[in-house]
């Protein structure tokens, strides 16, 4: 099971950090990543990391901007946005499966129910 941490509203320019919190799986040896669902548009990805933390991937949309990590002792993976703009407005979700590239390509075993973010201009 996944967890998201509860979004927010958030000016634009303003930060803002995400958190996923993992339970009921060996979570510590899956790759995980976060996707995002803007109004009218698809799901589209936004980063990922291995289970190790060593390799990470970005959307060209939120590179500079947003940084994954993890804390596999904590069953927890984080999103720290910054330089937040209007149209990183979505429902954010997290996601883990036991593939890397599979999580890059959005086929995920396992998904949060999501958590809206909002970036007033």
């Known amino acids: 099971q996944l967890v998201e941490s509860e979004g927010g509203l958030v000016q634009a320019g303003g930060s803002l950090r995400l958190s996923c919190a993992a339970s009921?799986?060996?979570?510590?040896?899956?790759?995980m990543g976060w996707f995002r669902q803007g109004p009218g548009k698809e799901r589209e990805f936004v980063a990922s990391i291995a289970w190790n933390g060593i390799s990470t991937n970005y959307a060209d949309s939120v590179k500079g901007r947003f940084t994954i990590s993890r804390d596999n002792a904590k069953n927890t993976m984080y999103l720290q946005m910054s330089s937040l703009k209007p149209e990183d407005t979505a429902v954010y979700y997290c996601a883990a499966d036991a593939n890397l590239g599979r999580v890059t390509s959005g086929e995920c075993e396992y998904w949060g129910q999501g958590t809206q973010v909002t970036v007033s201009s």
């Open positions: 009921g799986g060996t979570f510590r040896f899956y790759a």
